[in-house]
């Protein structure tokens, strides 16, 4: 099972969160990408883009934070923050 959690923050606070679960044989950048994709359906985003900061952070931690600066359109929270919680 594989688990993405996903939050988004304004001024050091949660204001929303979901868990996205995938159980597919994908690869795992398919599964983070895929998930990453349907948190910001639910929450009515566009996909943020990967920027090379997320993806080195991403790397060294299995979490990622994305600003203003990697969504095209204005955002109403500071950053939005995935983490993989599970991996089998």
Known sequence: MFRLWV???KD???LCDT???DDSDDTRTHKI???LEEACYQFDLGKPLWLDSSVREFKR???A?????SFIETINFDYL???VIEED
């Not at 934070?65 to 600066?69: A, K, L, M, P, S």
Request: glycine share 0%; aromatic share 18%; net charge positive.
């Open 12 to 14: 050091n606070r949660m």
């Open 33 to 35: 990408f895929r998930a």
């Open 7 to 9: 939050k988004e923050f």
């Open 65 to 69: 934070r994305f600003y203003q600066d």
């Open 81 to 83: 923050e995935i983490q």
């Open 61 to 63: 931690h299995a979490k």
């Open 19 to 21: 868990t996205i679960c």
